[in-house]
């Protein structure tokens, strides 16, 4: 019988374990551009990891709406480098990740919601579910690695590691 | 008497002397994900150059729109890394650019206009003019490049070389 899943808020100290948040609304900025705009600087690094990483720009875009309640069965880590992704379309999504080790581990598995203003930035080897979105057609901007090392391992749990959670 | 600057059409073919855009409608996709995902990828890649370059993630975000008429009076370089800007409200802005080379030739400058689906990235020493945009508030996603070199050039028009730009 598996356990319902609950939210942590999105704040930059509770996501601190598994990478970073990037919601301006929690950072400060500076003035450029002769005092016209604001740089929220900084709030995520691309870790591109060894060999020949380079980061690059995508977009991922899901055509249906994830349908909750919905079963964590799996998770995935890219071990190279850090993935970044960002709403494009002002629509909360869900972020599902366990910490940074040989095996995901379900007792520490986390579930994180984005208001749809914030982003994340999972660090290299953290655990995470592939994109879980809530509504139709979205999008999100993604800052990841690529290169020549295999950057992808998945875990399959075991039924009784499953885990669900629901939304809204 | 300054000359109007009219806009080139934002397509990769037209951009890519100055950088890459940022355009899922322009781009190819894969599926990933099981299926549930399109991934349009490797859009844009960053270069972080020489050092200790890095890729890092920042917004960028101006309360007031530009007003136009807008007098295109200088422009900057980033001599050492690439620069991408990735619409988050979905509004268009303008994007000013002339070839790399020791000083932006006015006679090749560029006038490229977003429809606020599609984000840019320019090229490690193209000139560009500070962010533009259409309506208050606007907000900007930017990959670049962070490190201890100086990477920030401005070069300011004779008044003989200023244009200026209209919208919409």
Same mark, same amino acid.
């Given at each position: 019988m ?5 939210? #942590?808020p999105?704040?930059?100290?509770? &996501?601190?374990?598994?990478g970073?948040?990037?919601?301006? $609304?929690? +950072?400060?900025?500076f003035?450029? @551009?002769s =005092? #016209? #705009?604001?740089?929220? !600087?900084r709030?995520?690094?691309?870790? #591109?990891?060894?060999?020949? =990483?380079?980061a690059?720009? $995508? ?7 994830d349908?909750?309640p919905? $079963?964590i069965?799996?998770?995935?880590? +890219?071990? +190279?480098?850090s993935?970044?992704?960002i %709403?494009?379309? =002002?629509?909360? &999504? ?17 579930? &994180?919601? $984005? @208001?749809?203003?914030q982003g994340? @930035?999972?660090a %290299?080897?953290?655990? !995470?579910h592939?994109?879980?979105?809530t ?5 999100l ?5 690529? =290169? ?8 399959a ?5 499953? +885990? ?5």
């Amino acid at each position: 019988m598996s356990r319902q899943l609950k939210a #942590t808020p999105l704040t930059a100290e509770q &996501f601190a374990p598994f990478g970073q948040v990037i919601d301006r $609304s929690q +950072h400060s900025h500076f003035l450029i @551009n002769s =005092g #016209t #705009t604001e740089r929220y !600087h900084r709030m995520a690094q691309v870790d #591109t990891g060894p060999d020949d =990483g380079q980061a690059i720009i $995508s977009i991922f875009r899901k055509p249906k709406a994830d349908q909750f309640p919905l $079963s964590i069965a799996m998770l995935e880590r +890219h071990p +190279h480098g850090s993935q970044a992704f960002i %709403p494009l379309r =002002g629509k909360p &999504f869900l972020i599902v990740v366990a910490p940074a080790g040989d095996r995901p581990d379900p007792q520490q598995m986390r579930l &994180f919601i $984005s @208001n749809g203003q914030q982003g994340v @930035n999972y660090a %290299p080897g953290v655990w !995470h579910h592939p994109l879980i979105v809530t509504c139709d057609e979205d999008e999100l901007l993604v800052v990841d690695r690529a =290169g020549q090392l295999a950057n992808c391992d998945e875990y399959a749990f075991d039924a009784d590691q499953i +885990h669900w959670i629901d939304w809204p």
